[in-house]
T-cell receptor, first 110, second 109 residues
């Protein structure tokens, strides 16, 4: 049982490049989330998907897009990366009983 | 939206000491969870506790939803308890989990 799997684990981008962070869960959860964590800070919600086919903005959605591809997969896209998007990105899924997190993607934009 | 505040922001303990971490939230919530982020950055579920009290070994948690706070108790602390403790709160209608800024715990041998 893998839980929540994120790819890649590490990524370096140049300013202006685009990329997609992938997330998949095998717990049959309806809700999925993308968070970012900056050094010394808590997690801030970027986007979430309450169920397959729906997505909503969180606290810090600017500069990001998401796709809920199916019940298992929820991707996060940076169309034109900026240094301010350097962060650790976490994907999570939840159902009644709490949320479970992936291992994180450390993204550096230079 | 929901506001989540945690205290204290930093805590240093000697091994074997006990501690209480607090989480206050601004609105009624249906979901309240405690996490431990270890030094490698991994987020580990501790408790899903929208109300009541739960215990797991040396850790226990209590949420009083009507008074909008939750407490995490760590007894007989060990160096492996070091890291950052987060609470996250949400309402089932929106499915949004909002995190507090965390309590950074260091346990000294």
């Amino acid at each position: 049982n893998a839980g929540v799997t994120q790819t890649p684990k590490f990524q370096v981008l140049k300013t202006g490049q685009s990329m997609t962070l992938q997330c998949a869960q095998d717990m049959n959860h309806n809700s999925m989330y993308w968070y970012r964590q900056d050094p010394g800070m808590g997690l801030r919600l970027i986007y979430y998907s309450a169920s397959e086919g729906t997505t909503d903005k969180g606290e810090v959605p600017n500069g990001y897009n998401v796709s809920r591809l199916n019940k298992r997969e929820f991707s996060l896209r940076l169309e034109s990366a900026a240094p301010s998007q350097t962060s650790v990105y976490f994907c999570a899924s939840s159902e009644q009983g709490g949320a479970f997190f992936g291992q994180g993607t450390r993204l550096t934009v230079v | 939206g929901i506001q989540v505040e945690q205290s204290p922001p930093d805590l240093i303990l000697q091994e074997g000491a006990n501690s209480t971490l607090r989480c206050n939230f601004s609105d009624s919530v249906n979901n309240l969870q405690w996490f431990h982020q270890n030094p490698w950055g991994q987020l580990i579920n501790l408790f899903y506790i929208p109300s009541g009290t739960k215990q797991n070994g040396r850790l226990s948690a209590t949420t009083v939803a009507t008074e909008r706070y939750s407490l995490l108790y760590i007894s007989s602390s060990q160096t492996t308890d070091s890291g950052v403790y987060f609470c996250a709160a949400g309402t089932s209608g929106t499915y949004k989990y909002i995190f507090g800024t965390g309590t950074r715990l260091k346990v000294l041998a």
